[in-house]
């Protein structure tokens, strides 16, 4: 039987669940991390780099240094569960032991549309460059917090444009009714015009110079879907407690990519405060999978959501273990500096796991 340090683990992403579970897994196996991309993109600050945020790449080479993780520059074009490989756009093959599926999501796609026209979060540097000098009316479209940070962004940043926030339900429907009153205030406040209960089926229905297309996120499984692998009705891959795919357990899932249940939380949405969790626990399920141990479930509960308004303003959201909204929300400029401060230290907890994965400790909504 080999050895537990001589097996070989493939992670595919180096996102937030991605770059957690390599870490984790760092230190008892060898691990190749499987990404074309040569940095991490904090993709929660995507809609500051559309208002024109340069820093929100993180090279990866020193961090993967430090663990002793290999980077394969390589764009992974099909898994061969039968030979357990992996193999990239350019013809190389790796085998694994273990896999760690981690190719978390995007933006949902908004139809067709002239160029220049519609942008996501995936093209924030170019929606930058398209506002920089010019003038018009802007549609954001969604009304989940990926569309009310970017509508307040925006406005703050660039209040020349007449931006508008569409949405086919309410705005923030996962908040209380306080914290929802506070975004329509502070929205309106910026100059965004709000359209609740407006369904839009594709971007060009919209008369608009600019759309911002935040309607939905879409999970990154047609991979997995060609392999075999079992996909839920929302396309993500079912997993069983120990986030093993529940029709390849070799393969275990991590991220926005996994369809992860506990039974305090429910089912776990897609997100950085979800995806490092899970890819932590994704790393501590293959090791003891791998070291001859029946991996434990997963534990997770939520604390409380946070919402960037601008640079300025903010909503802190408590919420239950189960991700409802509580009646207690943090507002103003004591939640911005809360929200800021949430997102460096997920950055500075992926540093500190790349160089000692004990500081996983670190991670709150892991027990």
């Known amino acids: 039987m080999r050895r537990l340090h001589e097996a070989h683990v493939a992670v595919l992403g180096a996102g937030y669940g991605g770059l957690r579970a390599a870490f984790g897994l760092a230190r008892d196996v060898r691990v190749t991390l499987i990404d074309p991309a040569d940095s991490f993109t904090e993709r929660v600050r995507l809609h500051e780099r559309a ?22 520059a390589e764009r992974v074009s099909r898994i061969d ?9 350019d013809g190389r093959v790796v085998g694994y032991d273990r896999l760690v599926y ?10 067709p549309a002239r160029p220049g026209r519609v942008f996501t979060a995936e093209t924030a540097a170019e929606l930058h460059r398209r506002l920089h000098g010019e003038f018009g009316r ?7 917090p990926t569309g009310v940070e970017t ?4 406005a703050e940043s660039h209040p020349e444009w007449d931006i508008r926030l569409v949405t086919a339900g309410q705005v923030a429907p996962g908040v209380s009714r306080r914290g929802r009153a506070h975004i329509r205030s502070v929205l309106t406040g910026l100059g965004v015009a709000i359209e609740e209960d407006h369904q839009v089926p594709d971007a060009d229905d919209l008369d608009s110079d600019v759309v911002v297309w935040s309607a939905s996120m879409v999970p990154n499984t047609e991979i997995a879907k060609a392999a075999g692998l079992t996909l839920d009705e929302h396309d993500r891959i079912t997993v069983d407690p120990a986030l093993r ?3 390849h357990p070799e393969v275990y899932v991590a991220g926005d990519a996994a369809a992860a249940y506990t039974p305090v939380s429910g089912p776990l949405r897609m997100a950085c405060a979800t995806a490092l969790p899970v890819g932590l626990h994704a790393a501590r399920s293959v090791v003891r999978d791998l070291g001859g141990l029946e991996p434990r479930p997963l534990k997770f509960s939520y604390y409380a959501q946070c919402i960037s308004l ?3 303003d903010g909503l802190l959201q408590f919420v239950g273990r189960d991700d409802s909204p509580r009646d207690r929300i943090l507002t103003g400029r004591a939640a911005a500096l809360v929200k800021e401060q949430i997102v460096r230290t997920t950055v500075r907890t992926i540093v500190m796991t790349a160089r000692s994965p004990r500081a996983a400790r670190l991670i709150p909504g892991v027990n």
Request: hydrophobic content about 35%; charged content about 20%.
């Open 51 to 72: 208002a024109g945020r340069q820093d929100v790449r993180h090279t990866l080479r020193p961090l993967l240094r430090a663990s002793g993780v290999t980077h394969l």
């Open 81 to 89: 569960t039968a030979a357990s490989e992996v193999h990239t756009d």
């Open 102 to 111: 981690a190719l978390g999501s995007r933006t949902g796609d908004p139809g």
């Open 138 to 144: 802007l549609t954001v479209v969604g009304g989940g």
């Open 151 to 154: 509508a307040a962004e925006l």
């Open 245 to 247: 795919s529940t029709s």
């Open 310 to 312: 601008g640079r300025h």
